[in-house]
């Protein structure tokens, strides 16, 4: 992860569940012309977290929406998981900053490229974004690539994703798994296994 970014502790996944709405990322050329970004968690039979992701394709006018699964790296009272949409390559995914009531999240890849702030509800104050990029920018996050999230109200045609296409995240992720590459192949992928 970043240097100096730290997971948050006494995290309660029970209380993390839920929807949340991307409020802010740092740009990707894989991810740019699209709104209405969400993130679903739900619990998986096996212990870990089902993640379905949606957003809308302005270009093309259509939803993309694609499921994930993530599991704890270390202990899980940590804000620190691995995610992966296919195959073994898994990318992490570290919550540095929760809300006491966990109505927002600052949330982190391996390094300083991948940035995210998150939101129980797609409009935020005016003050909640001023203090994610100034925290951002203390750990050396480029917030001139920072960009704002909408969430434009959609007509009845387009308010159900058609389940089963290719979400943008996906390279996100499958770009974020290349830092772990390495360092997994040399051991099982389970629960226990450390991205660093």
């Known amino acids: 992860m970043p240097t100096g970014v730290e997971?948050?502790?006494?995290?309660?996944?029970?209380?993390?569940?839920?929807?949340?709405?991307?409020?802010?990322?740092?740009?990707?050329?894989?991810?740019?012309?699209?709104?209405?970004?969400?993130?679903?968690?739900?619990?998986?039979?096996?212990?870990?977290?089902r993640v379905l992701n949606s957003?809308?394709?302005?270009?093309?006018?259509?939803?993309?929406?694609?499921?994930?699964?993530?599991?704890?790296?270390?202990e899980d009272d940590q804000g620190?998981?691995?995610?992966?949409?296919?195959?073994?390559?898994?990318?992490?995914?570290?919550?540095?900053?929760?809300?006491?009531?966990?109505?927002?999240?600052?949330i982190s890849g391996p390094d300083t490229s991948y940035l995210w702030l998150m939101a129980r509800q797609p409009e935020v104050?005016?003050?909640?974004?001023?203090?994610?990029?100034?925290?951002?920018?203390?750990?050396e996050f480029d917030m001139n690539e920072l960009v704002i999230v909408e969430h434009p109200p959609r007509t009845a045609s387009e308010l159900k994703p058609a389940y089963g296409s290719k979400?943008?995240?996906?390279?996100?992720?499958?770009n974020m798994a290349t830092h772990e590459a390495t360092y997994l192949s040399s051991m099982p992928l389970s629960m226990g296994s450390r991205l660093n």
């Open 7 to 49: 997971p948050v502790k006494d995290f309660e996944l029970d209380r993390y569940l839920g929807k949340w709405y991307e409020i802010a990322r740092l740009d990707h050329s894989f991810e740019r012309g699209i709104q209405n970004v969400t993130a679903e968690y739900s619990m998986r039979d096996d212990g870990g977290v």
């Open 55 to 74: 957003d809308f394709k302005t270009a093309k006018g259509e939803w993309d929406q694609a499921e994930g699964k993530a599991y704890f790296v270390e």
């Open 125 to 139: 104050s005016a003050e909640l974004p001023e203090r994610f990029k100034a925290r951002a920018a203390e750990l």
């Open 80 to 106: 620190y998981r691995k995610v992966s949409f296919f195959g073994p390559f898994y990318g992490s995914y570290v919550v540095f900053k929760l809300d006491d009531n966990y109505e927002y999240a600052f």
């Open 167 to 174: 979400w943008p995240g996906i390279y996100a992720l499958r």
